[in-house]
């Protein structure tokens, strides 16, 4: 486990020669660092099971890590294994408290990750990070100014920031509009699925499902995942969410992600599937509704004033330092 040599920095000693900003470190670490290759302090968390490695880097502007560097930390057999890695970045825009990027296990990078901000408000939390309002974070993401606030039961809710439907923003070809109740036919393995386009910052394709398609997708998520994913009415690719409606205020969903396949949570996915049970006036606006993924719960609302909000866990799984040749 990793323990850094002032509670002050979360730097590994071997990194500070090369980041002299943070300065105090115990000379003997700092002297074994030189013929080390280069650690970089890492900590995994995870929300529902959809899990991360997470990296301070508050202090510079690029990612630690690469892409491709981060594909191989979330490989699950030769590296860390996770369906992400997620970046805390110095603040971007004025009034912001810290900046998140993120790598999806593959090394693409989404705009936005609902169960990884929530993983990162506790990382922040855990690192003695404060806010400018005490328990919230203002982080800017890809999709914007995004707003996690620790509870007290531990849980996170997050102001995930208003959806996008217009389908040249998700982006989408499928003309999922007012006009079309929202619903429009996207054709994988010679059917038509009707479904709901929806941006969280990332893009989403929601359709609904009954029992017995639910059932059948499960056991088949591996090779028809892909299919929809990289369908042609998705330039950007698309996560896939697959949706049984059990209540006006219960959903079940699973998930096939961009860039990361099969998940066992998918937060921006939960919040995009809510709107899209909305607009197609399954569940009520403005109401508190559960939504269950294969990692458990997340409750989920859309509220009057546009804004989604979700609610959900993010728990400390472990520290460590990833070797240099990672
Ligand atoms: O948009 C994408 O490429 C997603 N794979 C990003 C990750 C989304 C995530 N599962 C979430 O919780 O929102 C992390």
Known sequence: MYEPCFASSFLPSS?????????RVCTVRATAAVAAPAMTAF?????????FVLIDNRDSETPALGAEA?????????????????????????GSDFAMRLFNSDGSEPEMCGNGIRCLARFAADLGVR???????????????????????????????????????IPTTLQCTLENSYVAPMTVNDRDWPTTAVSMGNPHAVIFVNEEDYAKLDRDLETIGPEFETNHTFPAKTNTEFV?????????????????GRTRA???????????????????????????????????????????????????????????DV
């Open 70 to 94: 981060a594909a191989a930390v979330c490989d699950r057999h030769t590296g860390v294994g996770a369906d992400g890695v997620i970046f805390m970045l110095p603040a971007a825009t004025e």
């Open 131 to 169: 806010g400018q309002a005490p328990g919230t974070f203002r982080v800017d993401t890809g999709a914007g100014l995004i707003v996690p606030e620790l509870l007290d039961d531990g849980t996170v809710r997050v102001d995930m920031g208003e959806p996008m439907l217009s389908p040249c923003y």
């Open 15 to 23: 990194l500070v020669h090369q980041r002299p900003a943070r300065t």
């Open 266 to 324: 998918c937060g921006t996915g939960a919040c995009a599937v809510v709107v899209a049970a909305v607009l197609t006036e399954h569940v009520a606006r403005g109401k508190d509704v559960t939504v269950e993924l294969p990692g458990g719960d997340l409750v989920i609302s859309w509220a009057d004033d546009d804004h989604v909000f979700m609610t959900g866990p993010a728990q400390l799984v472990y520290s460590g330092e990833l070797a240099g």
């Open 43 to 51: 900590r995994k968390y995870h929300g529902l099971g959809n899990d």
């Open 244 to 260: 049984r409606i059990l209540a006006p205020d219960r959903l079940r969903m699973l998930v096939w992600e961009r860039g990361a």
